[in-house]
């Protein structure tokens, strides 16, 4: 080899320029020199900043996600399920290119050609059109087989409802992003919710993935939820609820229905609801778990709950007299009345009758403002059930020291205070199960909480005893009784008010209650807002919803009958003679 | 074929210079595996078989080496006589190639004919037979290339004409190769130095006016003096090549492995096939594809000493060859490295291209051919 050897002397004479020849040859090696250089900065020097710039466009990470929990009932029925489904899309700039794959693409995802020729060409400049949203994988899948370049799918999940409007408005619904947005599907969207995977995907210039790592996070399935509903009693309540909603053209109605050892949520209905499915009209006057968070002035259906505290007290027994007569009395320059002159009746009578003249006299010879407010705290009247629902309404009962003359008055028959349907319902629970009041709870728990006693077992069978009576032919809730069952309940109708007073056509008709009455399983509170038509008592509008949807909870649970007697009993009528 | 070669040298004549033909084998053979590595995806997709660029280019390597080995049996004084009509000649190829229905036109530029079994550039073959009628033009004019007029207008017209037929393509790669080369070769062989200033500064001049003149080559300068400004637009191509060179590192991804020719890099089998070996082979591949084009530099000078004593226009040819193939190298690698703008021009024997690696065989047919002759005469003397 003799590459390296030396090039001979110059001679001027025959080679002009030798010199000019090495200063070229020179020159170029210099310039490879430069060239070298050139490589090593950009190899070794500028190489961490170069790669990552590469990687950025080439390599991606994706999100993958999982299902969504499903929600049941207490039994395992689905209330909220997720599937997959697969939304199929195109790269028009790819599909552009291979006009031999759109008859057979065309055809698969069920369009014609013209259709599909029309759609490329009006996403041209795209990168992204949707060939078929939500697609069964199946028939994702037999599209993908087709192999067709630019063609791609994208695994979402659907959340579906299997019960509809009946679980809606305490259900919730979840956004396009699987996020929930309200009821459960809000209130425990952290516990439904998947945890994504995180996936490296590698793409080639055009955008194509050419390889799919994934790391250490595949993606994780999110947890199922136990409700204390049941769906059977649900439907029920639902129904009954909407039947009686549109045969009095309310505004509005809600059905609760608890166990009362536990304070679990059986039942949990609201008019008006929505379709959860197809996400039409989304606007909150559907979709606002009414029963929590709206409030009302319960009128006399709360009777019962300041009559038990008067008689807690010791100073008053069911006997004790009271003189309701003539129908009204003053106090100071307001004046509280009755629908007739009762005459001397006794506290019985009083709820029997729901006389509001009685009921005020005895909270006010009985109890001071302070014991009634702290009483009424106590039975979780005026702050939130933490039911754990989302927007609970805490409701409101003014501080003592606030209080006019006429609020302790009008606060032992149900005005003046607001509370929610929720509150009203728990507070019945302690006159159900022996006097202790239940925390409330939609989501089944394994090791129920301790509810904290706040009647006597004496006053809660004496108040059994009144409330029944309040619910048979002799009281104004006649119009709840059960055949074969002996039910204890109170109407009430009450005003509805608002910032500017109360509308003197606009009630709140309510019924609260339970059975059977000897041996209380089920507490059932139904409230019909603004009802129009065919009367607006609460015997006329709840307390027939209550004994619907307690007849058939009875039934479904197979609770037995404590009223043998009665297996010939009149069919009642609806006898219209209920009254605030 | 070395051995054909080699065999066919025998009769008459002393044997090739092997360092000059293990240094084409070389790099013809990582040409090929590069180019199969660079278009293999692209191939599979496009063709529907990953080895359609492979095989094209397997074809092209094989006539090259028999043009090579055909090339190495014409004595020097046939190329000196018939150089001018050579020239004539491809000066009409270049013409023949703006003919509409003649010329082939991809991507925009004129630049190809057809010739029943593939394209031709004729600007590649022009290119050699530049070198080998300015050799010829040299030995004749010799006496008078002091004169203005002889030393270098005369060149400049006739590069000015060809000039206007390869801005018409346009193949302003190939352009800047031609003026390069012939400029190279008039000072090599003695024109006046103020005479070689003066034409050089002025085109200089020109072609920064032509470049500021027109938005596409504007555009191209833009985007290679801020070539991350425009990663989407004008700077994509040097982008994408830039961060071939950084993803290769010291080592290189390893063969086969690299990111930025799956679709990344527009032309990553052609011109900008470098930052892919730079990619895969890393700075070591970089290193030591320079060092073997460096080689054909220093071995064409070399030959080119040699063959000064015995035949002036040898030693010319030898420096234009050399010239032309390290030109065109360093260019490529400039441009694939963001030193120099973006130009449509291959890596000499490396790059996947018919007329390009043809053209190249060619060359250093000639170039052998003249080391041959030299020893030859060499030995007759001696």
Known sequence: MSMWRRPGRDDARTSPGGGRRRFVQWSLLGVFALMIARAFYLQIIDAPFLSREAGRQAVQMIQEQGHRGMILDRYGRPLAISTPVDSLWGNPQLLLKEPAAWPALAHAIGWTLGQFRRALHAQRHEQFMYLRRDADPRFAKKVLDLRIRGVASQREYRRYYPTGSADATVIGFTNIDDQGQDGIELAYNSWLSPRPGHATVIRDGLGEPIAVHYGHTRPQRGKNLVLTLDQRIQYLAYHALKKAVRYHGARSGSVIVLNPYTGSILALANVPSFNPNTRADLDSVYYRDRAVTDVIEPGSSLKPLTVALDLQTGRVTPHTLVNTSPGYYWVGPDKISDVADFGLIDVNHVIAESSNVGASKIALTTLTRRAMYANFRRLGLGHSTHSGLPGESPGFLAPPGTWEPIQKATLSFGYGISVTPMQLARAYTALANGGILEPISIVHHEKPVKGRRVFSRRVVLEMRRMLEMAASPVGTGATADIVNYRVAGKTGTAHIADATGYHRHEYVASFAGFAPATDPRLVAVVVIRDPTRHGYYGAQCAAPVFREVMTGALRILNIPPDNPETLMAQTAGARGTGHG | ?382
């Not at chain 2, 500021?212 to 833009?222: A, C, K, M």
């Not at chain 2, 990344?264 to 930052?275: C, E, N, Q």
């Open chain 2, 1 to 382: 074929m070395a051995e054909i070669a080699a065999q066919i040298g025998r009769r008459h004549l002393p044997a090739l210079d092997k360092t000059l033909l293990y240094d084409v084998v070389l790099l013809l053979a990582i040409g090929l595996v590069m180019v199969y590595s660079a278009s293999a995806f692209v191939a599979a997709h496009r063709m529907g078989y990953d080895s359609y660029y492979l095989l094209h280019d397997c074809v092209n390597i094989v006539v090259s080496l028999i043009t090579l080995s055909f090339v190495v049996q014409i004595p020097m004084r046939t190329w000196q006589r018939w150089s001018p009509y050579l020239l004539l000649a491809g000066m009409g190829a270049l013409v023949l190639v703006l003919v509409p229905h003649i010329g082939v036109r991809v991507n925009g530029s004129a630049r190809w004919l057809t010739l029943g079994v593939g394209h031709v550039q004729p600007s590649e073959f022009f290119k050699l037979l530049l070198v080998l009628y300015l050799a010829g033009y040299l030995v004749r004019r010799q006496d008078r290339l002091s004169e203005f007029t002889y030393g270098i207008m005369t060149v400049a017209f006739l590069l000015m004409v060809t000039g206007v037929l390869l801005l018409l393509e346009p193949d302003m790669g190939s352009e800047v190769i031609l003026w390069a080369v012939a400029f190279g070769m008039l000072f090599m062989g003695g024109v006046r130095l103020t005479h070689f200033l003066a034409v050089v500064v002025s085109g200089i001049g020109a072609a920064v006016a032509l470049t500021l003149v027109s938005h596409y080559r504007e555009s191209r300068i833009v985007g290679f003096l801020h070539p991350f400004a425009q990663a989407r637009g004008d700077g994509y191509q040097l982008v994408q090549s830039l961060m071939a060179f950084g993803r290769g590192g010291l080592w290189g991804r390893g063969l086969g492995r690299s990111l930025q020719k799956l679709y990344y890099l527009p032309a990553a089998h052609t011109d900008f096939l470098f930052a892919i070996i730079a990619e895969e082979l890393g700075f070591v591949g970089v290193l030591f594809v320079a060092f073997l084009f460096a080689v054909i530099l220093v071995r064409a000078f070399q030959i080119a000493e040699a063959a000064r004593r015995h035949d002036l226009y040898s030693a010319y040819v030898a420096n234009g060859i050399g010239l032309l193939i390290s030109l065109e190298a360093l260019i490529n690698m400039g441009v694939n490295m963001g030193v120099l703008p973006t130009k449509g021009l291959a890596l000499p024997l490396l790059s996947y291209g018919g007329s390009s690696t043809l053209v190249s065989c060619a060359a250093m047919g000639i170039l052998l051919r003249i080391d041959r002759e030299t020893r030859a005469q060499g030995a007759s003397r001696s």
